[in-house]
């Protein structure tokens, strides 16, 4: 970043190249890696990115250098959504990550990990909440009230959009 780009919440046209840059709970850079702007509706940014890393099982869910991520930023809600396909389009579930709005600066999305993940199985039978107790060390309930609450906040509503099959739940498949 120069300093004189402007955050913004509007998407690039589709097929823009993009970074996608994750920032840790202290605002340090987490990673960067590229992406590609797809259709967004109002309220998100979406992006297609390689999986494009080593092999990770996380025990839960398991990402191979092959995989495909849909990527929706939400800019009005705390909060994100990761379909993982695998290099064939099957769907193997949703990663997702209570956040703050994301914004775009520049050529980069940015978002702002805030502890709480979920994972979404196809079948939304299962929903694993994750990292509660990484919150819990943190602090933030006693430092950072409202934060916690926007933390919180974040939590109930991806519980909700899960079960409730709201976008980009409702993406079973990669697009052409």
Request: charged letters at 20%; aromatic letters at 12%; proline letters at 8%.
């Amino acid at each position: 970043m120069t300093g004189t780009e402007q955050r913004t919440t509007t998407p690039p046209a589709a097929g823009t190249p993009i970074d996608i840059v994750k920032l840790r709970p202290d605002s340090s850079e987490a990673i960067r890696y590229p992406g590609e702007v797809i259709s967004s509706p109002d309220g998100w940014i979406a992006t297609r990115a390689p999986w494009g890393q080593r092999r990770m099982d996380l025990g839960y869910l398991i990402f191979e250098p092959t995989d495909i991520f849909l990527e929706f930023f939400s800019t009005v809600e705390p909060l994100n959504v990761f379909a993982n396909f695998t290099e064939d389009g099957t769907l193997k579930g949703w990663y997702c990550n209570v956040t703050r709005p994301s914004w775009v600066q520049g050529n980069a999305v940015y978002w702002h990990d805030l502890y709480i993940d979920i994972i979404a199985y196809p079948d939304r039978d299962d929903v694993l909440v994750l990292d509660e107790d990484e919150l819990a060390a943190s602090g933030v309930e006693a430092s950072d009230p409202a934060l916690y609450q926007l933390i919180m906040a974040g939590r109930t509503r991806l519980l909700a959009m899960v079960a409730e099959n709201a976008y980009p739940f409702t993406i079973q498949e990669l697009p052409e």
